[in-house]
C-alpha cells in the first residue's frame, strides 16, 4: 500500500466516529486519533452530550414524581436527593457509552492513536503522545474531527469550584440552592431547566438580545410560561463585569451591567451559591497543521468545505463542529458519514431537506422547517394550526399539560412549511413532522391516517384540523383547496 492508512481521523467524537465506522464498510483502513489520554468520544460522551441528557433524564424523573406525588415526608426534591445520587446515574450511562465507542472500534478493526495529532502534509499526519513521543502516519485521505470549546471570559476566572463550566459541573458535590447562570444558548437552557427541577432557584444572564433567538417567538413565549412556574429568572441583553466571594454574606456576588427600559445602562448584583459558566464555542483548529498546507478558515476560525465537507485540499475532510452551523451531535453523525462516502466514490450521498432542532430542557423543545416570523418575511400566504397539551389525553395522564405544537401550512399547497414543539416528548414527535416535509407529503396525512390514543403525536391531527378550519371554514371541503387554488 502507497500510504499507511486509507483515512486518519482526527478527533473520536460524532463525525469522527461515523466516519470511522462508515469507512470500515467500505473495506479502508483506519486510524483513529484521540489527544483525550483516557477517554474516547470526545465532548460527546464525557462532557457534552451525554452526561447533560443523563442528568437530564434525572431530573426529569426526580420532576415528575414531584409533580405527581408533591413532597415526600415533607421534603422538596433537593433534600431528598443529592447531587452524587444524579451523578451516579450520569456515570453509569456515560461509562456505558464509552464501552460501546470501543467495542465498536475493536469489532470494526479501527486503530487507534492516543496522543495530539497535527498535519505536517496532505497525507501526513504526526502524533505527539502524552510523554512527549511524536510519530507520523501516513493516508490518502484525513478527516478533521477535532470538535469545539468554550472561549474562556476576560472579567473572571472559572476556577472549576465557585465559578464552573460544562465539564467541572460534572463534578459538583451538591444541588445548590442558588445558581446563576451565564450564557443564552442550547446548554445554558438546558442545565437552566435540570437544576429548576431540583428546586433550585436559577439566574440565567444572556449577553443576547434574546435567548434561542433562533426559536419561533410564540413557542419562546410558550417556553417562558414554564421557567416562570419554576422560578428561572432571565435577564438578556447583559454584560457580566465581575464574580467574587463575598465572605460576610457567604456567598458569591456576580455584577453585570444591563439596559433599563428607558435605554440607559444599569449596574446590578446577584448573589448565588453557585455559577456555570457557558461561553461562546471556538472551533478546536489551533496546532493542527491548517496553515501547512493553506486550508482556509472564516473569520471565526471554522473550516470552509464544500457539500462533501472536502476542503480546499482534495484528500482533507472536515466535519462536526469544527466546520460551525449547527454544531450538533445529531448532523455531525451525517456529515461524518457523508465525508466519508464522498472519499469512496458515492458522491451522491448529501444532507437534504432541513433538519430538527432538539432542546433538551424541562420541558424539550424542538422545531423543524420555517418559523412563523420566516414565513412572513418570505412573503409567503400560509395558515397556523395549534394544538395545546391540555387539549390532549395523553397531556391528562401524564401530567404534562402546559406545552403546544404549532404548525405552518401553505395555504395554496398544503405543505407543512415548520413544525415547532415545546412540551413533553417534543423531540421525539419532531419526527413524525420531519417525515411529512422531507417526503412532500401535504397537511392531510395527519386528519386522513389513525395515530395511536393516547400519545403526544396526536397533536398532530389537533393542529392539522385546526390549520385547515383556518384555510376552509369547514373544515371538511380541505380536500378541494389545492384544485381550487389552481383554478
Known sequence: MKYDYDLIILGSGPAGFSAAMQSTKFGKKVLLVEADEKNLGGA??????????????????????????????????????????????????????????????????????????????????EVTDHLGTAKKYTSEFILLATGSRAVKPDTFEVDNKIVVDNRSLLDLTHIPRRLVIIGGGINAMEYATIFAALGTKVNLLSTRDYYLPFLDTEIREEFTKFLSKHRVVIQNGVHVVGVKKNELRNCTEVRYRCSTKDGKSEMRVVETEQVIHFGVRTPNTSNIGLENLGIEIDEKGYVQVNDHYQTGVPSVYAAGDIVGFPGLASASFTQGRIASCHMSGSDSIKLSGAHPFGIYSIPEVSSIGLTEQEAIAQGLVFSIGRAYFKELTKSSVTNNTLGMLKMLIDNKTLQVLGVHIVGESACDIIHLGQSVMKNNVDVRYFVDNILNYPTFSEAYRVAAFNGLNRINKSGVKYRNVIEEAGE
Open 44 to 125: 460527546w460522551i464525557n462532557a457534552g452530550t451525554v452526561p447533560s441528557k443523563a442528568l437530564r433524564e434525572a431530573a426529569a424523573t426526580v420532576y415528575k414524581y414531584t409533580e405527581l406525588f408533591g413532597d415526600v415526608e415533607g421534603k422538596k426534591a433537593f433534600q431528598r436527593f443529592t447531587m452524587s445520587d444524579l451523578l451516579q446515574f450520569k456515570d453509569r450511562v456515560v461509562n456505558y457509552e464509552n464501552s460501546e465507542v470501543k467495542r465498536n472500534l475493536i469489532k470494526n478493526e479501527v486503530h487507534t492513536a492516543r496522543g495530539f495529532g497535527k498535519l505536517t502534509d496532505e497525507h501526513t499526519v
